[in-house]
């Protein structure tokens, strides 16, 4: 018997095409970068460090705090520390699917359920800090008092941990600042080290800490610091506006005293998950509604049309501003629903018309002589041959979406207390252009995402259509 | 053609009246009330506040009186609410409790007063028998008082324009208040000075309920029913062109408002469609001639990556190089960093030549920023439609023929490729004004754009209302435009049974 290879599918087909573009590769490298910076934002910039050996105890309190939701306390955060862990394995099956189709399926449903399985259970089920010693927690008020020791009873580990690491790295931070604007550094606001030194000075209380960790400090053994910053990016990191305007970028520090890397490491996360999202919601809205004004046509089809119609003579932008001012709810997910409600009637009009061209080919026919309903024809004849040419669609809408978002955010109508590229964005304009050292970063960064997916887009649409 | 634009045209307003539904849900359907501002502070705490759009309670009810949002939202059925009920939610309201005896919270409590209030025109015979009721307990009737009060203090007309028989109403409707706001003076009314108030109440009551319908007949409370909702209020303001005042200013009418500032915005957004036209088609020809050369493919990598750029970076770029700090060759002094025009000091001096370059310096920077995107996209789309044309037969026929290649790429591709652009641009109308929004704001510009953005800032719900019609409208019409645009410039084309 003679094996012949199999013939190439259409995926493969688009794929060695795609391959063909070098630009489209390099968005396509470059949106992967960024998508790890996403997903491992923690490794980069957190608080707590990877792994610490103290007291001859090797400790991770990066993991130990990665799902606890008052350190994350955005759920975006939490969904993506788990995607740290089921992200390897999905890429397991990416590798493994030309070799062992049936395997990289299971991998990739085991990667998907996992996902959506611990996602559901820290949110239902929050974990415990684990900054307290419960056991030694005295109950009453009377039997707690104020001296150090007896505080650090009812503080774990991991507590003490904490307190060792921000000593730390204040005074890491104190040291590079000094280091960068030499002897005048007093004349402006304080670090974080010089305010504890300035507090210790009146407090008792702070005098015995302040021994206690200069005890605990030398047991310290080996320390694994996030990569760039050692602030998480709801700290507290201090620093001053006439701070930054001496200070090098990775030093920065936002307008709410939070350190700016780490803002920026993070706010990947909040681009990708509006651009997936509204990409979701956006086809969730335009495929039945396109599919069903197309193959049914007729007054179905007018009656869809003029509804678009209609829908699309509202200016978009507008009406964002809109909504967003009167719901007064300035949550992410409130933004993405609207961006994704006033954007899916392009791709409505285009899989309808995708369907007034299929429903006249003869396999359509064949479908209806065979007696088959509406719906198979639908689903499992029609929309697999209709949607294809849509996929190109997809970057651009994506792309769309992350620039609205950000843009709202720019106008300061997006979520407060949030990471988001727009809202650094935001923060550098509020006191541009002396400030407007704090709005270059993410507004590079986010111009380098938006160029790389507008990339990937255009070799897609030419993979997809090789003849235009 | 002329019955297309007739049905066209007719059906404009259908559409528009759809819009108008559209954001009347989302005005009255989203949490929260237009004019209640929340925020959360620093420290996570949710703060509401009415009083930073309203300087007090008396002018935040004055607002919802005028616009209408005291009125229930589809029909109005509160005139035919029961007694028992009426008795039942003044027990409620005295005592802070629920129906099941539990204590209300605060936004319960506040909800069910405000509601009630609201109801409270509809209920005036009702509460006042309650007031006069001298079995029932001194805090109730006290209670019903103040809602009696609240229902009979009818709003008076206000705005710049108002007309001699309307304050002859106002006064009297001043007289009415004040008389009912005194009976509210003493907070510790005794029996007998509470039967005194009854009395008296009940005398301005029977004087009133003639020419006020206090308490509706059966066919004015059908009427009621349908006319005195919020729809109908709204729909009515829309139809009478009565968009309001400003918030802050009730001299300055909104309409008045927008037309003073309307001169910057289409000029904005006018001269790009022009620039575009011409630059696009030009462009896109070049590549479309040179199909596939480095040319081609240098300036299609240019175009997307200038198409993906967006527009709040590239603003605040051309101000600090280009404006501020001159880090582009041969700007220095030439560009202005905001504004229109001058102060009006210097401007007042120019001549009309001076004053045009003076416009134009001010000008060229805001418009770069709004060009640059629809300028990207629209050459990529000629050069598309232009390869499109090319393969077209008649195109071989020309060129069969021995007209020259020249002439061909003009008369022939370029005409056919510009009916795409022209139906792009056309329809892009309402975008560019939404465009132009974050350009106007960022150059201080006082235009359109940023007036809506002000508004919404400042929770000017009269504009924010106008500004998101007007928007529609706009692109409505351009959508139109491009329709009679293609019909012009391909004749191939028939509309009348395109619709």
Known sequence: MISSPLPETWHQAIWRRFKGYPTGMLGLFTVFLFAAVGIYAPLLASSN???????????????RYLFYGEFYTKNIDLFFNILMFTTPIALLATLLQRKHPFCALCLAIIAAVAQLIFFAFVLAFPLKSPAFNIKNTPHTLEQRSLSWPSILQHLSTYAHLN???????????????????????????????????????????????????????KKIGFIAMPLLRPFHWEDDAAGSEQLNQRLPWWELTRSNRKDFVAALCFGVRISLVVGFLTAALVLVLAIPIGAIAGYFGGMTDIVVCRFMEIWEAMPAFFMLLFVVAIAQSKSIFLVIAIIGLFSWTGFARYLRGEMLKQRSLPYVEACHALGLNHSRIIFSHLLPNAIPPLISLIPFAIMGAISSEAGLSFLGLGEEQSCSWGILMDEGRNSFPSQSYLLWPAASLLTILLIAIALIGDALRDAIDPQK | ???????????????????????????????????????????????????????????????RERYGLTLPIFFNDWPNLTMSYVQLTIKQLTNRLHRDKAQMSVKEYDALRMLFGDQSRYLMPKLLAIVSDEKSPTSERRMALRFFVRGGSLPAHIGGTVSEQERKINQAIAKDNAFLH???????????????????????????????????????????????????????????????????????????EVTKRLKYSLTLSLTPLIVTFAFCLLCGLTMAWWHNSWLDHSLNLLLLILYALPIFVVAPWLIETVALRHYIPF??????????????????????????????????????????????????????????????????TAKAKGIAPFSILLSHIGRNASITIVTSLASSLGVILGGSLIVETLFEIDGFGKFFYDAIVNRDYNVILFSALAGSALSLIGYLLADLAYTWLDPRLSLEDAI
């Not at chain 2, 907070?187 to 007998?192: E, G, L, M, R, V």
């Not at chain 2, 001076?354 to 629209?378: C, E, F, K, T, W």
């Open chain 1, 49 to 63: 460090p990877i792994a610490i050996l103290y007291d001859g105890t090797w400790y991770f309190p990066l993991f």
């Open chain 1, 163 to 217: 307190l060792i690491i921000h000593d730390i790295t204040s005074e890491k931070q104190d040291k590079a600042i000094r280091s960068e604007i030499g002897a005048r550094a007093d004349e402006w606001l304080p670090t974080l080290w010089q305010l504890k030194q300035d507090y210790q000075k009146n407090s008792p209380l702070l005098q015995e800490q302040r021994l206690w960790l200069n005890e605990e400090r």
């Open chain 2, 1 to 63: 053609m002329l019955a297309y634009l007739v049905r066209r045209l007719l059906l404009l307003p259908v559409t528009l009246f759809c819009i108008l539904l559209i954001n009347f849900a989302l005005i009255n359907l989203a949490p929260g009330d237009p004019v209640t501002i929340s925020e959360i502070s620093p420290e996570g705490a949710k703060r509401e506040d009415r009083s930073f759009a309203f300087g007090s309670d008396e002018r935040w009810l004055q607002f």
């Open chain 2, 182 to 256: 005194q009976m509210l003076f003493a907070p510790q009314q005794s029996q007998a000075e509470l039967k005194e108030i009854a009395i008296a109440v009940e005398k301005w009551y029977s004087q009133v309920e003639a020419s006020s319908h206090f308490a509706p007949t059966a066919l004015q409370k059908i009427s009621i029913f349908f006319t005195q909702t919020r729809l109908c209020r709204y729909l009515s303001r829309i139809l009478t062109l009565d968009f309001g005042t400003m918030r802050n200013d009730d001299n300055k009418l909104v309409i008045h």
């Open chain 2, 331 to 396: 700007t220095h002094t030439l560009f202005p960093l905001s504004g229109f025009t001058s102060s009006d000091a210097v401007y007042e001096q120019m001549t009309s030549l001076q004053r045009l370059a003076d416009v134009l310096a001010h000008i060229a920077l805001p418009l770069l920023a709004i060009m640059y995107g629809s300028l990207a996209a629209n050459t990529r789309l000629a050069r598309t439609a232009a390869l499109e044309v090319a393969r077209q037969d008649y195109v071989r």
